[in-house]
T-cell receptor, first 115, second 115 residues
């Protein structure tokens, strides 16, 4: 069965500092990995994905994530945080080998960037 | 133009009532979803339709019945509403298939409050 874990409920970082939001996953086949962001009273917005290819993927708003197969991780990173990055971040995984179009979302990590 | 639109945005109703939430996407996607986000922001898939066919039906009470009249619409009807149904319900769509087609696009959500 597929699963995804976001071990931190909240991440606090000062503006201008680098940020990392952690995600680990479990799938039986090849993972399709995603990060989404949710601002207050809004739906989720796609940030970036890993399907295949380079382990470091770049996405919207200066975010990037690194796929690490041996550690089954897909941590979200940004070199310099902005106050406007404060939001709820969801990691998601889909087993690329399974039919059924089911994507599993993590519990979410709230990012708070302090000015 | 809004890609995935859901109505209403807010729904306040009494226990025992029946209500519907509508969702429409203008992205030409084949797959649509309903998710429930609880008060702790945990996001759980409820249903998924691909070209009007039900393909994912999670453990959801029979009081919830999705209807897809065409691939651009996926409505959610809820009978005999209960207090525990209070949540934010998100509609989403994706093209599905390989690679980028797995990216999901979310509506702004419908906040349901059962009194």
């Amino acid at each position: 069965a597929q699963s995804v874990a976001q071990p931190e409920d909240q991440v606090n970082v000062a503006e201008g500092n680098p940020l990392t939001v952690k995600c680990t996953y479990s799938v039986s086949g090849n993972p399709y990995l995603f990060w989404y962001v949710q601002y207050p009273n809004r739906g989720l917005q796609f940030l970036l994905k890993y399907i295949t290819g380079d382990n470091l993927v770049k996405g919207s708003y200066g975010f990037e994530a690194e796929f690490n197969k041996s550690q089954t991780s897909f941590h979200l990173k940004k070199p310099s945080a902005l106050v406007s990055d404060s939001a709820l971040y969801f990691c998601a995984v889909r087993d690329g080998g399974l039919w059924g179009f089911k994507t599993i979302f993590g519990a979410g990590t709230r990012l708070f960037v302090k000015a | 133009d809004t890609a995935v639109s859901q109505t209403p945005k807010y729904l306040v109703t009494q226990m025992g009532n029946d209500k519907s939430i509508k969702c429409e996407q203008n992205l030409g996607h084949d797959t649509m979803y309903w998710y429930k986000q609880d008060s702790k922001k945990f996001l759980k898939i409820m249903f998924s339709y691909n070209n009007k066919e039900l393909i994912i039906n999670e453990t959801v009470p029979n009081r919830f019945s999705p209807k897809s009249p065409d691939k651009a619409h996926l409505n959610l009807h809820i009978n005999s509403l209960e207090l525990g149904d209070s949540a934010v319900y998100f509609c989403a769509s994706s093209q599905d298939g390989g690679g980028d087609k797995n990216i999901q696009y979310f509506g702004a959500g419908t906040r349901l409050s059962v009194l």
